[in-house]
C-alpha cells in the first residue's frame, strides 16, 4: 500500500491525483499510449497523467490526441525525460524536443524556453544506477540550478532511501521548489503508485498548483510483490532501452561507443 505524506484532509476543497512520471514504448516502456490511457482510465482514479518517455514527447502526443480524439476523461500533459549531462530532468507542457546531452542549466533554460515545467527526476538515485538508466544530479547541481519542481516520491524498487533523501532536501528548499510524486512505471500496474496531489481535477489545476508551489504527495511505500513484477519485465525493458538509443543513434543524437553510447556535443543550446 503506498504511504500517505502530507495529503489533504477530508474537510479539504476536492483534491486530485495525478502521476507525473511514467514511461511507453516510445522509449523503454512496456506499454503503449492506448494501452496506459485504457489502463488508467480502467484501473485507477487518476485524473492527470504525464507519459515522459526518454528524450522523446512522441508517446506523449500520441495518448493526448487519443485522449481527445475518442473522449478519454484523462487529461494528458505531453513530457519527456530528458537526459543532461547531470542528471535526468523531466520537462512537462513540451511539446518541442529538447536536445540531451547539454548541462542541467542549459536543458531546464530550454524547458522554459517553450513554456515548460522542469522537475529533477528520481533526485539521491545511487549513482551505481546510472548504467541502468537511472542518472541524477546533486545537491551541487540541485542548487545551482532553474528547477520547477523536485521529485520526491519515485516508485522505482528500492529507492525509498532515495525518496527519504529528496524529501529532505526538498524540506528545505519548499519555498522554490514544488513537490511532485511521479511512479516512472515501466509497467502497467506500477502507474498511480506515486502520486501529485492537487486541488481542482484539469492539467490546468495541476499547472496553477505547482507554480504556487501547494502540491502534495502520496508515497509508494516497500511492496515485494511491485519488485517481483518489475524484475520478470527487466529483460524486455533492458531490450527496448537498447532499441531506443540505437534509434538516437540513427537520428544524431548519441555516437555510437563501446558502451551504451555518449551523447554529441555540440555549440551553444
Known amino acids: 500500500m503506498p504511504i500517505l505524506y502530507d495529503v489533504p484532509t477530508m474537510t479539504e476543497d476536492a483534491w486530485s491525483a495525478a502521476d507525473l512520471h511514467m514511461h ?24 492527470v497523467i504525464a507519459i ?10 500520441e495518448a493526448a490526441r487519443i485522449a481527445v480524439d475518442e473522449g478519454i476523461p484523462v487529461d494528458v500533459i505531453v513530457g519527456q525525460e530528458v537526459e543532461s ?7 512537462l507542457w513540451t511539446p518541442q524536443l529538447v536536445r540531451p546531452g547539454m548541462s542541467a542549466c542549459d536543458t531546464v533554460e530550454a524547458i522554459h524556453d517553450q513554456g515548460g515545467f522542469a522537475i529533477a527526476a528520481h533526485p539521491y538515485a545511487p549513482r551505481l544506477w546510472a548504467k541502468a538508466g537511472l542518472d541524477r544530479g546533486d545537491t551541487c547541481t540541485y542548487d545551482a540550478t532553474e528547477y520547477d519542481g523536485f521529485e520526491i516520491a519515485n516508485s522505482t524498487p528500492l529507492l525509498f532511501v532515495a525518496n527519504w533523501w529528496a524529501r529532505a532536501y526538498w524540506r528545505r528548499n519548499a519555498h522554490r521548489l514544488a513537490c511532485t510524486g511521479g511512479s516512472d512505471a515501466h509497467i502497467l500496474s506500477v502507474i498511480g503508485t506515486s502520486r501529485t496531489l492537487f486541488p481542482g481535477s484539469t492539467a490546468e489545476d495541476l499547472r496553477r498548483a505547482l507554480e504556487e508551489r501547494t502540491t502534495k504527495v502520496t508515497l509508494p511505500g516497500i511492496s515485494p510483490r511491485r519488485n517481483f513484477r518489475y524484475a520478470r519485465r527487466v529483460p524486455e525493458i533492458m531490450a527496448r532501452d537498447r532499441d531506443r538509443k ?19 556535443r555540440r555549440s551553444g543550446r
Open 24 to 47: 511507453s514504448t516510445a522509449s523503454d516502456g512496456t506499454a503503449t499510449p492506448r494501452e496506459i490511457l485504457e489502463w488508467v482510465r480502467d484501473e485507477t482514479d487518476l485524473a
Open 52 to 61: 515522459t518517455d526518454h528524450n522523446s514527447n512522441a508517446g506523449g502526443l
Open 85 to 91: 549531462k547531470s542528471g535526468h530532468i523531466i520537462g
Open 246 to 264: 540505437t534509434r538516437e543513434i540513427a537520428a544524431g543524437i548519441r555516437e555510437e561507443s563501446a558502451g551504451t553510447g555518449t551523447f554529441k
